[in-house]
């Protein structure tokens, strides 16, 4: 039997859009991150999230982000790089009031930048929000 809060985790997975044997990236991982979010992915794609330093072609990427962290934009590039061409980056950030809230509008600042478009936000965990950006379509795909 599931219990109600497992279920709750596995579906935040789901409405991550990770799917069973996905291959799942996590850069930024440090204490404060959310463990029963990380083990409901781990379960929904049957495997273990790869840590930054992975050479595979990955599928999603989890990025942990706090205000102290650098540069947005440097690790979007970065994040970039082994990510499938219809791949997305979850960039995972603390909650308002939390420590190391990052405002929105840093964000959505960065994105464009590195020729991202940010398509969601969404609540992930008590203590973080998710924030899925994309490549855009490129304009021959558009006609």
Not at 58 to 81: M, Y
């Given at each position: 039997?599931?219990?109600?809060?497992?279920?709750?985790?596995?579906?935040?997975?789901?409405?991550?859009?990770?799917?069973?044997?996905?291959?799942?990236?996590?850069?930024?991982?440090?204490?404060?991150?959310?463990?029963?979010?990380?083990?409901?992915i781990e379960e929904q794609i049957g495997g273990d999230i790869?840590?930054?330093?992975?050479?595979?072609?990955?599928?999603?990427?989890?990025?942990?982000?706090?205000?102290?962290d650098g540069d947005l934009g440097d690790a979007l590039i970065?994040?970039?790089?082994?990510?499938?061409?219809?791949?997305?980056?979850?960039?995972?950030?603390?909650?308002?009031?939390?420590?190391?809230?990052?405002?929105?509008?840093?964000?959505?600042?960065?994105?464009?930048?590195?020729?991202?478009?940010?398509?969601?936000?969404?609540?992930?965990?008590?203590?973080?929000?998710?924030?899925?950006?994309?490549?855009?379509?490129s304009k021959s795909k558009q006609r």
């Amino acid at each position: 039997m599931v219990a109600a809060g497992d279920a709750d985790q596995s579906s935040v997975a789901e409405r991550l859009g990770i799917k069973p044997e996905m291959v799942v990236q996590e850069i930024g991982w440090d204490e404060d991150v959310d463990d029963d979010l990380r083990a409901a992915i781990e379960e929904q794609i049957g495997g273990d999230i790869l840590d930054e330093d992975a050479d595979e072609v990955i599928d999603v990427v989890l990025l942990w982000w706090r205000e102290d962290d650098g540069d947005l934009g440097d690790a979007l590039i970065d994040a970039r790089g082994p990510l499938e061409e219809s791949g997305v980056i979850w960039v995972l950030t603390p909650k308002t009031g939390q420590p190391g809230h990052v405002e929105p509008s840093e964000i959505a600042e960065a994105v464009p930048a590195v020729g991202l478009a940010q398509t969601a936000n969404m609540s992930v965990g008590p203590n973080w929000i998710g924030t899925r950006l994309v490549s855009p379509k490129s304009k021959s795909k558009q006609r």
